[in-house]
């Protein structure tokens, strides 16, 4: 994660996408580099 965060701040990266668990439910967090800053997005998942 450290390698990954390390690239995104270098703009090696233009996103990176982190899955996770969080209170018994799936997210999934996109950050992008803007050309100013950061983005994140965050969806749950939801399975039927």
């Not at 899955?19 to 994140?40: K, M, T």
């Amino acid at each position: 994660m450290r390698e990954a965060f390390h690239l995104l701040t270098q703009r090696r990266l233009r996103a990176l996408q982190v899955r996770y668990r969080y209170q018994g439910e799936e997210w999934w967090d996109s950050i992008l580099a803007l050309p100013v800053g950061f983005r994140v997005v965050r969806i749950r998942q939801h399975y039927h």
